[in-house]
T-cell receptor, first 118, second 112 residues
Framework: GAVVSQHPSWVICKSGTSVKIECRSLDFQATTMFWYRQFPKQSLMLMATSNEGSKATYEQGVEKDKFLINHASLTLSTLTVTSAHPEDSSFYIC??????????????FGPGTRLTVT | GEDVEQSLFLSVREGDSSVINCTYTDSSSTYLYWYKQEPGAGLQLLTYIFSNMDMKQDQRLTVLLNKKDKHLSLRIADTQTGDSAIYFCAESIGGSQGNLIFGKGTKLSVKP
């Protein structure tokens, strides 16, 4: 149980275009989902926290107009990278909080999406 | 602010024990977690410990917590080549969001 999927697993796009990444909780309802960005050989940087039915909370330094997050249902959150540039190339990982887990803050992670902007 | 520190690399021989260390700064941490990340994949929760516990054992994994020194360790007994991965320590800082703060990860290499 507590499986999180992401789609696509990798995407290559041209500079200036927009890319949407989906994050789904497959067998549980997630009131809270998180979006992270991971650079090579570095830790996960939290970009934003997404609560179902409300606006996402962005971390300091993350442009909300560039990284659009929508959490329209209890099983789906999307991250849209608008007007992508090569510096947006990264590994994007989502996670979902499962309230039936062993701890109240436990997060289950998706497999990640590799974005390359050319 | 919150900070989680880990050593970046650890190399062991197959069959030996691995010990991955982590220090954190936030004394209000409620839970501490160990996650495993294999190449090109997301994070897999390995185990967690509540902040009022000293030790937790789960098969080959032993977690030790020294709350006074804010030091957490993960011991993997009989390390196998399949254990080669990056291991992240994370703390939850409580509150309504309970966000996780991650260390930079320790890359464990297991040599046959």
């Amino acid at each position: 149980g507590a499986v999180v999927s992401q789609h696509p697993s990798w995407v290559i796009c041209k500079s200036g275009t927009s890319v949407k990444i989906e994050c789904r909780s497959l067998d549980f309802q997630a009131t809270t989902m998180f979006w992270y960005r991971q650079f090579p050989k570095q830790s996960l940087m939290l970009m934003a926290t997404s609560n179902e039915g409300s606006k996402a909370t962005y971390e300091q330094g993350v442009e909300k107009d560039k990284f659009l997050i929508n959490h329209a249902s209890l099983t789906l959150s999307t991250l849209t990278v608008t007007s992508a540039h090569p510096e947006d190339s990264s590994f994007y990982i989502c996670s979902a909080r499962y309230m039936g887990a062993g701890t109240p803050y436990e997060q289950y992670f998706g497999p990640g999406t590799r974005l390359t902007v050319t | 602010g919150e900070d989680v520190e880990q050593s970046l690399f650890l190399s062991v021989r197959e069959g030996d024990s691995s010990v991955i260390n982590c220090t954190y700064t936030d004394s209000s941490s409620t839970y501490l977690y160990w996650y495993k990340q294999e190449p090109g994949a997301g994070l897999q929760l390995l185990t967690y410990i509540f902040s009022n516990m000293d030790m937790k054992q789960d098969q080959r994994l032993t977690v030790l917590l020294n709350k006074k020194d804010k030091h957490l360790s993960l011991r993997i007994a009989d390390t196998q080549t399949g254990d080669s991965a990056i291991y992240f320590c994370a703390e939850s800082i409580g509150g309504s969001q309970g966000n996780l703060i991650f260390g930079k990860g320790t890359k464990l290499s297991v040599k046959p």
